[in-house]
Nanobody, 124 residues
Framework: VQLQASGGGLVQAGDSLRLSCAASGRTFSSVFTGWFRQAPGKEREFVAGISWSFGDTVYADSVKGRFTISRDNAKNTVYLQMNSLKPEDTAVYFC??????????????????WGQGTLVTVSS
């Protein structure tokens, strides 16, 4: 599975952005897709995730109510709609795919495939 993340950019606080994660290759082998982010000088952290089969979603507390994750099965694409962006949302955003079901998708070691990252910069 190859993942291509896109949609990042420079926006002002309060603006919105939509990130896309397009999957290609053996996409049927993926059961869950997540978004992570890594701010300068910080560790990578979980943002949101969605299952391909039932569309179950999970969010980090820091983005709940502002970000929405969705999927388009026909396009093998997962989206992350980010509203009310804050300067602390500035980071490189990565999408990742997991091959196996897990009790949690908030940890990196669950994921088998990673995209290259897209930079989101939110100015104050």
């Amino acid at each position: 599975v190859q993942l291509q993340a896109s949609g990042g950019g420079l926006v002002q606080a309060g603006d919105s952005l939509r990130l896309s994660c397009a999957a290609s290759g053996r996409t049927f082998s993926s059961v869950f897709t997540g978004w992570f982010r890594q701010a300068p000088g910080k560790e990578r952290e979980f943002v949101a995730g969605i299952s391909w089969s039932f569309g179950d979603t999970v969010y980090a507390d820091s983005v709940k109510g502002r970000f929405t994750i969705s999927r388009d099965n026909a396009k093998n694409t997962v989206y992350l709609q980010m509203n009310s962006l804050k300067p602390e949302d500035t980071a490189v955003y990565f999408c990742a795919a997991a091959k196996f079901y897990s009790s949690t998708y908030r940890t990196e070691n669950v994921y088998n495939y990673w995209g290259q990252g897209t930079l989101v910069t939110v100015s104050s």
